[in-house]
């Protein structure tokens, strides 16, 4: 019998895992891979950005309700999660900015950080691991701290002399970067609206973008994964602190975005194996990999 295929997700707070990949881990769930999402804090210090959950009892409870919002969208996707256990860093503001709260993730040692995940990827046994890119997708520190960890225990992880006492060896096969927004997804959902007469949310986006880099360059892999954007959008609405449901996100009708956009596009960072770009599949060249063992 073939191998059983095996996903591992990092994300720095709950409720990342599904802004951010999430019809892409459906999919492979519902194709039979083992998928694991990895939260490396419980979101402690983020925003209520859904008016209707900005209240006192709320703001006095949000660790608990944030970590009970991952059990409903775990559940949603049907994915499996773990906590890496750290303390969410918050996002600065202010010019200068203030430093960071003593204790927080992003200030961690990025070695000691990433024993906790070297010992979770020797024993999930991933063959394929997601995360953020250098700049964290956005620069959240916690969101750059992540990318920092994953990557180095993504190296690590194989290693027998690293720190043996974390569990039996274990080399994950290809590391990718999420490219969440590239200008050309953007200008496609934003002539897709306007083409149906509708009122685009995405005209001031694209002002915007004249002057950010354009990450679609870097995309290696794109994934068809529209049929789970419904499941996408049920997971990102289980987080009801962080997600408005009336809000910019549900503003384009799902069939449009299903015809306008189908993928999830990713990076190719790390590949142990044989895979001719550009991709379609996370498990291009795993597959054949663990169907010889």
């Known amino acids: ?24 881990m ?10 694991l999402v990895v939260t490396c804090t419980g979101g402690e210090r983020g925003s209520v950005l859904n ?14 309700i944030r970590r009970a919002e991952m059990d409903a969208a775990r559940a949603i ?63 959240h520190p916690d969101h750059i701290m992540t990318h920092k960890v994953t990557v180095a225990a993504f190296e690590a992880a194989g290693d027998p002399d690293h720190h043996p006492e974390l569990g039996e060896p274990w080399q994950p096969l290809k590391l990718y970067y999420d490219v969440g927004f590239s200008r050309a997804k953007i ?19 694209m002002k ?29 609405r289980a987080h009801a602190t962080q997600i408005d449901p009336d809000g910019f996100w549900f503003q384009v009708p799902m069939d449009l975005q299903q015809r306008a956009w189908p993928t999830e596009d990713f990076q190719l960072a790390r590949s142990m194996v044989d895979s001719p770009l550009p991709e379609s599949d996370l498990f291009a060249g795993v597959r054949e990999t663990c169907d010889a063992r």
């Open 208 to 236: 915007r973008w004249e002057d950010r880099p354009d990450k679609g360059e870097r995309i290696t892999t794109r994934v068809e994964c529209a049929e789970y954007f419904p499941v996408r959008d049920d997971a990102l």
């Open 51 to 64: 008016p209707k959950m900005d209240r006192p009892d709320v703001w006095a409870n949000i660790g608990d």
């Open 187 to 205: 200008l496609s959902l934003h002539e897709a609206m306007l083409a149906a007469g509708l009122e685009s949310p995405y005209g001031e986006w």
């Open 1 to 24: 019998m073939a191998e059983q295929l095996r996903l591992m997700a990092v994300h720095a707070h709950p409720d990342d895992e599904s802004s951010k990949g999430a019809a892409t």
């Open 77 to 139: 996707l049907g994915i499996e999660q773990a906590w890496l256990g750290f303390v969410d860093s918050g996002l600065p503001e202010g010019d200068p900015l203030p430093p960071l709260p003593e204790g927080c993730f992003a200030l961690e040692e990025v070695d000691v950080a990433a024993a906790p995940l070297v010992r979770l990827m020797r024993q999930f046994r991933p063959h394929v691991v997601t995360t953020y890119d250098e700049e964290g997708g956005y620069p």
């Open 26 to 35: 459906a999919k492979y769930v519902a194709e039979g891979v083992d998928v």
